[in-house]
């Protein structure tokens, strides 16, 4: 099995050398636990590998996440430039003005298939091997039952998988519940599930991120220590002999 390196330091070895190549992997944590700088440390250093990602942002605006990301020295647009990285503005049809970036939504409304349409073109066009969905919460946003939800959510990673991309999608959850998704769908057709935890007080020490499951992988079962620093993340061993 074909391994893809995420590239995040001390992360990798504690799944056999990377996310098995052509799934789908969740990443779950309250707000602010590091999900979004995790996504796009796995596409950055896919580009360095010279494995193209898109970046489908629901959430946040583009130019908002290229402005965070240079602040790691991260230079987003120029790897967009070079068609290693392109971002898919997922937020405009939430808010009705229409985009100026390459690949968007029609500003008339959200559309899943249309969605879905632009994300494989944009992966046909740079010939991605990574996608990043961020973030399911702000997808399941344009649903009103929860039973299409699911739907769309298992469409999405359907046709995903189909194409035959490594894709992290990340969801919000409520760090008092036992959940691991917020529509109970997610966890389940996700090959991993990865949830980061930020205790709230004090020092970087009280960020963890935990391997609550990773399918045909012997993985840690750990709750590691997790720093995010101007470099960006970090996964750090309980104790020095830790080894897999
Ligand atoms: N340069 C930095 N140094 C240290 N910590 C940082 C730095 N930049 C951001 N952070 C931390 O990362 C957090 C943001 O991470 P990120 O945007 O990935 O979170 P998220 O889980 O995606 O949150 P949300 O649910 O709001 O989308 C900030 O709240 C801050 O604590
Ligand atoms: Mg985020």
């Not at 690949?103 to 046909?124: C, Q, R, V, W, Y």
């Not at 036992?178 to 057709?189: H, N």
């Amino acid at each position: 099995m074909n391994r893809v390196k995420t590239g995040i330091s001390g992360f990798d070895k504690l799944i056999e050398g990377g996310f098995p190549e052509g799934r789908s992997f969740l990443i779950s944590g309250g707000t602010g636990t590091g999900k979004t700088i995790f996504a796009m440390q796995f596409l950055l250093n896919g580009a360095e590998l010279n494995e193209p990602g898109i970046y489908l942002t629901l959430d946040e605006r583009p130019d908002l996440i290229r402005e965070d990301m240079l602040r790691f020295g991260w230079n987003i647009r120029k790897l967009e430039d070079n068609n290693l990285v392109k971002i898919i503005d997922g937020t405009i049809s939430k808010i009705g003005i229409p985009s100026d970036e390459e690949f968007s939504l029609p500003m008339t409304g959200f559309d899943l298939d249309k969605l879905l349409l632009e994300l494989m073109k944009a992966i046909k066009k740079i010939k991605a091997k990574r996608v990043v969905i961020d973030s399911i919460p702000a997808l399941g946003m344009n649903f009103e039952k929860q039973h299409d939800i699911r739907k769309a959510i298992l469409k999405t990673v359907y046709l995903l998988s189909r194409a035959g991309v490594t894709t992290v999608l990340t969801t919000e959850i409520d760090p008092e519940s036992k959940q691991l998704g917020k529509y109970g769908v997610e966890e389940f057709v996700a090959d991993g599930v990865i949830v980061l935890h930020y205790m709230g007080m004090g020092t970087q020490s009280n960020r963890t991120l935990h391997i609550r499951k990773m399918r045909a992988t012997k993985h840690s079962e750990d709750l590691h220590p997790m720093e995010i620093s101007e470099n960006g993340i970090k996964v750090h061993s309980i104790d020095e002999d830790y080894n897999i």
